[in-house]
């Protein structure tokens, strides 16, 4: 059986680079790998006594806990005789099983949700003899329901200790922006990519090229069909540009490649440079940080610092903040903190309206009707109700009237005038409410839903 094939390695190195983490280690990466692993059904072996067809497995398990010898005698609770966690094993060298045993490759979404329907199982335990990982039901439930996205992971340690797909080298030099592979094995298990970066000046320039190093390696990882890497300390520059630029880099990219899912390791060998990290990210912060960004990028946004919005905007999405990944989608559409990028916008905003983010939807149907997106006003009208149906119900100030204002707008040919009537009304109180709390740009809203009213 082919480890690379099973997609073992990458579960085996997310497990290990969290323990390498301590005890604030983002577990983002395993359940990125699990997650990658179930949806390409891949193996992990289970063991097994003595079993004549492998292909009766599934039925087998639940049925017979005698197949379950390792767990009862060697991981059971001695509190709980009846309850067992059930091992699995990335590999034959991992699993250090006796003769009696038969180890039979089985696919690891099948057996985690058989899990959570086994009588006494109390979840599932991958390696439990080495680094290993314990899966109670409610981990498994979200593993199960998971969907993989690109992260950013910041440790403290070495770029050589972390085992990572790629590993990157950077150095100060006249190529400043430039990254090549250097050595690869070329199965994207093994990848060292150099890069050098530009002496730091304070000029504008040194950012971009430092941007346009990140940018390259994230390219030359993929080429090589990489899922992880590893980023060292910048030399030569501030933490704070630093760190500022690797994660817009990051989210940028990670937005242009959306069906490509890679974790990005940004490892500090300095404690003050991982200090400063945690600046901006908090890891010992109690609130979630990515809604703790968000609702920093929300206010920076409503007081004109559109620059240190998109910086918050773009840390909150990398972590996979929905509200953020749509907001950041309004910085590239209007050039807000950052330059216009309509394909990014899109982008952005499709992927917040698979979460049936609100402000996405809107924007996505204002495309479709206006005709950015190739015109289609049934998918438009489409849209738009389906926010409305999610926004009624709280009636959220920042996303409600747009929803009623374009309603009326658009479509008061199929409205009755006492419909058409109260989505105008609806718009004008809570855009009046939005101005009362200072939230930019909706004078302009206002003005409009203030005009039909006048003239309906």
């Known amino acids: 059986m082919n480890k690379k094939e099973m997609g073992c390695p990458h579960i085996e190195n997310a497990i290990y680079n969290w323990y390498l983490g301590g005890d604030d280690a983002d577990p983002y990466p395993i359940i990125n790998a699990i997650s990658a692993m179930i949806k390409d059904d891949m193996e992990i072996l289970i063991p097994v006594e003595e079993l004549d067809s492998a292909g009766e497995l599934e039925e087998y398990i639940p049925n017979n806990t005698e197949l379950l010898r390792i767990s009862v005698q060697l991981i059971d609770d001695e509190h709980e005789p009846d309850k067992y966690w059930l091992p699995v094993f990335t590999d034959i060298d991992n699993s250090y099983c006796s003769e009696n045993d038969t180890l039979v490759p089985f696919p690891l979404g099948i057996i985690l949700d058989n899990a959570l329907k086994w009588p006494g199982c109390k979840g599932v335990v991958i390696n439990p003899w080495s680094n290993d990982l314990h899966m109670e039901p409610d981990f498994i439930k979200s593993v199960l329901n998971h969907k993989a996205r690109s992260h950013m992971t910041v440790t ?167 509200p953020a990944i749509s907001s950041l989608g309004d910085c590239y559409y209007f050039g807000r903190g950052t330059q216009v990028d309509k394909a990014k916008a899109i982008e952005c905003w499709k992927m917040a309206a698979e979460a049936e983010n609100v402000k996405a939807l809107i924007r996505l149907s204002d495309m479709y009707l206006s005709g950015e997106l190739e015109q289609d006003s049934k998918k438009a009208f489409d849209l738009l109700t389906r926010a409305y149906r999610i926004a009624r119900t709280d009636k959220d100030m920042n996303s409600y009237p747009d929803i009623c204002l374009r309603l009326a707008r658009n479509y008061r040919n199929i409205l009755d005038r006492k419909k058409y009537r109260f989505l105008i009304d609806e718009a004008i109180k809570y855009f009046k409410l939005r101005i009362s709390e200072g939230v930019a740009f909706t004078e302009e809203p206002l003005r409009e839903a203030e005009e039909m009213k006048l003239h309906s």
């Open 156 to 322: 403290l340690s070495g770029t050589r200790l972390l085992r990572t797909d790629a590993h990157v080298t950077m150095t100060i030099g006249e190529n400043g922006g430039t990254a090549i592979v250097s050595d690869s094995d070329k199965t994207g298990v093994f990848c060292d990519i150099s890069a050098e970066v530009p002496q730091f000046t304070g000029k504008d320039s040194d950012g971009r090229l430092l941007a346009a190093c990140f940018k390259n390696c994230l390219d030359e990882a993929m080429a090589h069909d990489c899922r992880s890497i590893s980023f060292p300390q910048v030399p030569g520059f501030p933490p704070e540009k630093a760190i500022q630029i690797a994660s817009i880099t990051a989210v940028n990219w990670f937005i242009s490649h959306e069906d490509f899912i890679i974790d990005v390791y940004f490892s500090c060998q300095d404690r003050s440079y991982y200090d400063a990290f945690n600046e901006y990210f908090g890891s010992d912060s109690r609130v979630p940080q990515d809604m703790m960004d968000f609702e920093m990028a929300f206010d920076a946004y409503n007081t004109g610092a559109l620059e240190e919005a998109f910086f918050l905007y773009s840390a909150a999405a990398i972590k996979g903040n929905i």
